[in-house]
């Protein structure tokens, strides 16, 4: 079952213009990871937040986690035409170290040069 | 580390072949996933396995699917007999170790086509 759910399903946006993705879920994690797919490859990590960690950031990647409404933001800036790709939350059960990932559905990022 | 190794990389077969599905994940990995990704469903996981040991298959659609592990360095997902609905990407994937701190590391794909 989905436990991540994206919003928006699409983002088109200018290159140099900011994107903000964001990941709502259901249950208590242990971390919530941002995972990047460009089109015909497999997913690749970006970053990894811990449930007691509210932000992080990574280059030009900034992270957000709110476990109190259950929900995370993804921001790119400045962003560039190689940014174009589709973006995806994942979270864990919870409960144990011994848990899959589980995706949403994505967020399809269109950087427009 | 040459990553996550899939094999094939695309697949077009028949309806009612037998398909085999195979994965080589990352040397150390503790961790192996089977997931299958569609536009209408998403990133679906399928089955993991810790230590070689199947953890957890109520993702897999049905007793047409069928995954092993027989050692740290191979795995393979096979679908018999096959069917159109089955078209997808499945991708295999590898993790060092619990969730709580690690990222998951995944294949290239297998894309499946069953005409």
């Known amino acids: 079952s989905q436990q991540g759910e994206e919003d928006p399903q699409a983002l088109s946006i200018q290159e140099g213009e900011n994107a903000t993705m964001n990941c709502s879920y259901k249950?208590?994690?242990?971390?919530l990871q941002w995972y990047r797919q460009n089109s015909g490859r497999g997913l690749v990590h970006l970053i990894l937040?811990?449930?007691?960690?509210r932000e992080k950031h990574s280059g030009r990647l900034r992270v957000t986690l709110d476990t109190s409404k259950k929900s995370s933001s993804l921001l790119i800036t400045a962003s560039r035409a190689a940014d174009t790709a589709s973006y995806f939350c994942?979270?864990?059960?919870?409960?144990?170290?011994?848990?899959?990932?589980?995706f949403g559905k994505g967020t399809r990022l269109s950087v427009i040069a | 580390d040459a990553g996550v190794i899939q094999s094939p990389r695309h697949e077009v077969t028949e309806m009612g072949q037998e398909v085999t599905l195979r994965c080589k994940p990352i040397?150390?990995?503790?961790?192996l996933f089977w997931y299958r990704q569609t536009m209408m469903r998403g990133l679906e996981l399928l089955i993991y396995?810790?230590?070689?040991?199947?953890?957890?298959d109520s993702g897999m659609p049905e007793d047409r699917f069928s995954a092993k592990m027989p050692n740290a360095s191979f795995s393979t997902l096979k679908i018999q007999p096959s069917e159109p609905r089955d078209s997808a990407v499945y991708f295999c994937?590898?993790?060092?170790?619990?969730?709580?701190?690690?990222?998951?590391?995944f294949g290239p794909g297998t894309r499946l086509t069953v005409l």
């Open positions: 994937a590898s993790r060092p170790g619990p969730v709580g701190y690690n990222e998951q590391f």
């Open positions: 249950t208590s994690i242990n971390n």
């Open positions: 937040i811990r449930s007691n960690e």
């Open positions: 994942a979270t864990d059960a919870g409960n144990s170290g011994n848990t899959p990932l589980v």
């Open positions: 040397s150390g990995h503790d961790y």
């Open positions: 396995f810790n230590n070689n040991v199947p953890i957890d």
